[in-house]
Nanobody, 127 residues
Framework: QVQLVESGGGLVQAGGSLRLSCVASGRTFSNYLMGWFRQAPGKEREFVAAIRWSTGSTYYADSVKGRFTISRDNAKNTVYLQMNSLQPEDTAIYYC????????????????????WGQGTQVTVSS
């Protein structure tokens, strides 16, 4: 069974940075798409970024392009989300997710395509 464990959330001032980590276990992830989503109070869970484990191809929501960077460390089975220039509107619970058998295409942002989810980590950005 796939397990995803996030860490790295916290409280930061506007303009600051945080790095989230997601340790994945239970499978070989070579044909997986690993994603980060976030959910603010009263809002839908939304796509933030994703990385194709095999090729390293990355995808971003427009709202975070140029500020957030997703990466992976194959040896550690870990996916990272480096978040810079954080703003209060980035405040949310951030979830790591895994999608089996992604081979390219434009539907990387669809949360219903991701079968496995972590428990989430809170990110709070104060103004």
């Amino acid at each position: 069974q796939v397990q995803l464990v996030e860490s790295g959330g916290g409280l930061v001032q506007a303009g600051g940075s945080l790095r989230l980590s997601c340790v994945a276990s239970g499978r070989t992830f070579s044909n997986y798409l690993m994603g980060w989503f976030r959910q603010a109070p009263g809002k839908e869970r939304e796509f933030v970024a994703a990385i194709r484990w095999s090729t390293g191809s990355t995808y971003y929501a427009d709202s975070v392009k140029g500020r957030f960077t997703i990466s992976r460390d194959n040896a550690k089975n870990t996916v990272y989300l480096q978040m810079n220039s954080l703003q209060p509107e980035d405040t949310a619970i951030y979830y790591c997710a895994a999608r089996v058998g992604y081979y390219g295409g434009s539907n990387y942002f669809l949360k219903n395509e991701y079968a496995y989810w972590g428990q989430g980590t809170q990110v709070t950005v104060s103004s």
